[in-house]
């Protein structure tokens, strides 16, 4: 009988020069500020068996009946998170403009937004117009003044939201900002400088790692779960400055381990007994990562949302390659959605298909 069925019975210049706000978000629970950061062994365990059986409610799909884009919102606990939605078709409107104008709070489209969400640029504001420069890989966006009525806790959030959506499509590597005619140097309320184009560098959800510091530190970016308030599990970047001068693969898949801080909301994909063995690039570019993890057994599914994320992680952090993961040293990973981990898989289209 197998252990499961027993249980069963950045650097900082890149990341502009704005303050911190050091956060922390559950495959394996929640984590609050009056918790210990580490679960106990055992509950850790065993909700993650429970994902295994099935018994988690998790890898749930929309029925998307419009244009599938995929757009950066705020979930519950303030955490910016990729959410894909079914935006209808508008005469004389892009799907990158309508991508921001579903990011404007109270807007036009929230009726398209999953609960649990919502967009991050204060209410009314006017998306006037996005023009994207392909040969320049930059998509310009011009708000009206409406864009400028937010408080200052809110600003990076809304640079992350606005830098992510628009890079998420093919032709725009980097951002620029306008209001009303005028290009923005700065932020107009904390003053965030913009005299560089907006990009992914910036990260998203920032952290400080163990042992990093805003001024000596890589950024690795890496994909937690949490779930929504009708439980569907979801993946969340955080982007966390850990110390320099080492690989940024091995280093974002030891911190995917290492799991969430404190009092962000997300939960744990992996135990702390996870162990990352080895991270191989083949000749054709893909990356195998090998994992030992002794709570499964030959055969035993495995969590989708660990599986996931592992796939998510090694995309954003080495240029998007296939994926293969091995565990254990066995030569098939089964994941509980059924998909074959130990062959070559791709970073999905769409994310976070999220039911209404």
Not at 141 to 161: G, Q
Not at 324 to 333: A, D, Y
Request: aromatic share 4%; charged share 20%.
């Amino acid at each position: 009988m197998t252990k499961l069925n027993k249980i069963r019975g950045i650097s900082a210049a890149g990341l502009l020069a704005v303050p911190v706000i050091l956060s922390g978000c559950g495959l394996f629970g929640t984590h609050s500020a009056s918790e210990d950061l580490d679960a106990p062994p055992k509950a850790v365990e065993e909700q993650m068996l429970n994902m295994s059986d099935g018994t988690g409610t998790t890898g749930a799909k929309a029925e998307l009946t419009g244009t599938p884009t995929t757009v950066y919102l705020a979930d519950g606990n303030g955490m910016l998170a990729p959410v894909t939605l079914g935006l209808p078709e508008v005469k004389d409107k892009t799907s990158v403009q309508l991508s921001v104008e579903t990011l404007v709070s109270g807007g036009a489209y929230a009726k398209y937004i999953p609960e649990g969400f919502t967009g991050v640029l204060p209410a009314g504001t006017e998306v006037k117009k996005v023009t994207v420069d392909k040969d320049n890989k930059l998509a310009v966006v011009e708000f009206n003044s409406a864009f400028t009525k937010y408080k200052a806790p809110d600003e990076r959030k809304i640079l992350e939201s606005l830098a992510w959506t628009l890079t998420g499509n093919a032709d725009v590597q980097k951002v620029q900002l306008w209001v009303d005619g005028k290009k923005l140097s700065e932020m107009p309320v904390a003053g965030t400088p913009l005299d560089q184009p907006l990009s992914r560098s910036m990260g998203i959800n920032l952290e400080v790692g163990q042992g990093a510091t805003l001024t000596n530190s890589s950024p690795v970016t890496v994909y937690f779960s949490a779930a929504s308030p009708a439980g569907i599990q979801y993946y969340v970047p955080v982007t966390r400055l850990v110390k320099p001068g080492q690989d940024a693969l091995q280093s974002a898949l030891a911190e995917l381990i290492r799991g969430p801080q404190e009092t962000d909301g997300l939960e744990q994909v992996m135990t702390d007994e996870t162990q990352l063995q080895s991270v191989k690039k083949e000749k054709d570019g893909t990356v195998t990562v090998s994992l030992k993890e002794d709570m499964f057994a030959e055969g035993d599914a495995v969590p989708t949302e660990m599986l996931q994320s592992v796939v998510l992680t090694v995309a954003e952090n080495a240029g998007n390659p296939k994926v293969k993961i091995e565990l254990n040293g066995e030569s098939k990973v089964v994941g509980t959605d059924n998909l074959d981990y130990s062959q070559p898989v791709t970073r999905p289209d769409y994310i976070n298909e999220i039911p209404l």
